[in-house]
């Protein structure tokens, strides 16, 4: 369904087409969500597939396309982080996200990275199996640091362990990442006193601490079962917000949880939005899913208006799996369907204050700038590099509802001698703005209050630069505070500078005002290091050969062994670079030349 633009607006299935859109054009329709779609179609198309199973794929597919306001939609499509068993003759194990190309065994998916990392530090101190990279492993030449603190046998050295040691070390850790504690610990009991019997009694202190660690890790483990594969659904709605907790049991266990917050229309029923929500979540085709074989619903009043028998058998249909869904569920699920229901609600809970605390904020803001109406569109700009090399700029934007993240921008800053501040936040201000001039005054978004991370200085660029658009355009300045770190750089101590006469604006440091514009200036100043720390990785990483045309990998090579490292790349003159076999004349000025305009 379009409206009058010819944007979509709704996207629906029906195994009786005649009937679905007839419903929408009845004398008395009973809810305001489809009265307010009605007055808006303009016009409608209709795609016939073959069976109701590609219809839901079809219209999946449509809705992650268009993202219809009058749908349920899930912002969803990051993929998750895995634990991956390498296949090597000496195994590692690393984290893992994206496609599983990589040939070993994977465990998971885990709800997010921090989860990963913490499993891996886990692993870390119970099983001594190497977590570096293949390149580190195969350069070492003698035991690293881990070896020293027990965290690994040291396979990338002969002598050290093994391979029948270490693979059995490997298949320990695969049996506990699997649920199997109790196994892995009657396994360690076992060789603690083959080792122990035949005197050697080194390795059976090893088999006995590690014994210890797991059974510390099994008394702070609460939320284990007898369940090996299953996903609980938890769901909450209050005041517009609604809230799906997704709780991932695997392996006998509680793996993580995630909770979602759909962007759900008005009037919209809860079944509709648990329907909704399970169909975008499965079959999304941008994030590589394993469905477990059996899926818990909350258990809710009106959840009868999800069709659970007649939509199940559309999933399996459309999943080419069998999968069972259900709500009334006993003993030990029943648990786990009260955990996601509470987690469900915490999580409602946490959103709706953290909504309440940000609009408080933006009020009190409004009542110590002596504005009409608080401000709709917050925005700061703060700058980050090392020693003036790898300048980088960060825009934030918060709306009354937090941090708009998807309006961030970074800009990398070239082109100004190196540390100057001052002409980093012009660049800046200049790349952020100076587009919106050529569009249409209606369309333009601007901020009503600017934030600049800096003392009086970079606030005089800001007021500079709209005092010289204000005079030639039409684009009108927001109003400009620069925000001054305290002595010693602590929370509470920030100088407010106003624009204009330059004033400064006393806040206490409990004002809620205050915890605003720590908020945003805080959030500014870690994209903009992140950024920036990106960059100089990259960097780091890079050669400066690469960016010469005319150089590849065979070259830089060529070049690097012949002259003996990039230092005396760098210091040769152009015959030197001539001599270089593959080299010509031509191509060596261009070396010669690039490291002098440096």
Excluded: W
């Amino acid at each position: 369904m379009y409206d009058e633009t010819g944007e979509v607006i709704y996207v629906g299935k029906a195994k009786d087409l005649k009937r679905r859109v007839s419903s929408y054009f009845r004398k008395n329709i009973d809810t305001p969500k489809t009265q307010a779609l009605v007055k808006q179609i303009a016009a409608m198309d209709v795609t016939v597939t073959n069976t109701e199973a590609e219809a839901l794929i079809l219209e999946n597919n449509f809705i992650k396309k268009y993202r219809p306001r009058y749908n349920v939609l899930l912002r969803d499509d990051k993929s998750y982080p895995y634990l991956l068993i390498s296949d090597h003759p000496h195994p590692r194990i690393a984290f893992h996200r994206g496609a599983r190309r990589e040939k070993g065994e994977y465990f998971g998916p885990f709800p997010n990275g921090v989860a990963v990392r913490e499993s891996l530090r886990l692993l870390q101190k119970l099983f001594p199996v190497r977590q570096c990279e293949d390149s580190y492993y195969r350069a070492r030449s003698r035991p690293c640091l881990q070896y020293q603190l027990k965290r690994c046998l040291a396979p990338c050295v002969e002598g050290f362990c093994t391979p029948a040691e270490y693979q059995e070390q490997v298949d320990l850790a695969k049996a506990f990442l699997r649920g199997k504690n109790q196994q892995v610990i009657d396994q360690l009991v076992e060789r603690m006193e083959q080792a122990s019997q035949a005197l050697d009694f080194e390795r059976a202190a090893r088999f006995r601490d590690q014994i210890i660690a797991m059974r510390k890790v099994q008394e702070r483990n609460a939320v284990t079962g007898n369940q090996q594969e299953l996903d609980v659904i938890g769901f909450a709605r209050q005041g517009g917000v609604a809230v799906v907790h997704m709780l991932f049991i695997r392996d006998g266990g509680v793996q993580g949880s995630r909770s979602y917050y759909p962007k759900v229309p008005h009037n919209t029923d809860d079944g509709e939005i648990l329907q909704a929500f399970i169909f975008q979540y499965y079959l999304n085709d941008q994030v590589e899913r394993r469905l477990p074989p059996e899926i818990i619903l909350p258990e809710l009043n009106d959840l009868s208006l999800f069709d659970a028998d007649h939509e199940l058998a559309v999933l399996e249909q459309a999943l080419a799996q069998k999968v069972r869904l259900t709500n009334q569920v006993r003993g030990e699920r029943k648990q786990y369907q009260i955990l996601a229901q509470k987690n469900a609600l915490n999580a409602l809970e946490g959103r709706m204050n953290q909504e309440n605390m940000m609009l408080m904020r933006f009020q009190h803001l409004a009542e110590v700038l002596d504005l009409d109406a608080p401000p709709q569109r917050l925005e700061c700009f703060d700058i980050s590099h090392t020693m003036g090399q790898e300048t980088v700029a960060s825009c934030v934007v918060f709306d009354q509802q937090g941090p708009k993240k998807s309006d961030y921008r970074r800009y990398n800053i070239k082109g100004i001698t190196p540390g100057d501040d001052y002409a980093a936040m012009a660049q800046a201000l200049q790349r952020r703005f100076e587009p919106l001039l050529a569009q249409d005054p209606t369309q333009v978004v601007m901020p009503d209050i600017l934030f600049i991370d800096g003392g009086k200085g970079q606030l005089a660029q800001a007021e500079t630069f709209f005092a010289q658009r204000e005079t030639t355009t039409s684009l009108k300045a927001p109003l400009l505070i620069g925000v001054a770190k305290g002595e010693s750089r602590k929370p509470g101590l920030e100088t407010l500078i106003l624009a204009g006469n330059h004033a400064t604006l006393p806040l206490s440091a409990d004002a809620p005002a205050l915890h605003l514009i720590q908020h945003i200036r805080d959030e500014s100043h870690r994209f903009a290091i992140t950024g920036h720390r990106q960059r100089r990785a990259k960097v780091r990483r890079t050669s400066r050969l690469e960016e010469i045309p005319g150089i590849g990998v065979k070259r830089r090579q060529k070049l690097l062994q012949n002259l003996g490292g990039l230092q005396e790349v760098k210091q040769a003159s152009i015959e030197q670079l001539t001599a270089v076999p593959g080299i010509s004349r031509e191509l060596a000025e261009k070396i010669y030349y690039a490291f002098r305009d440096e």
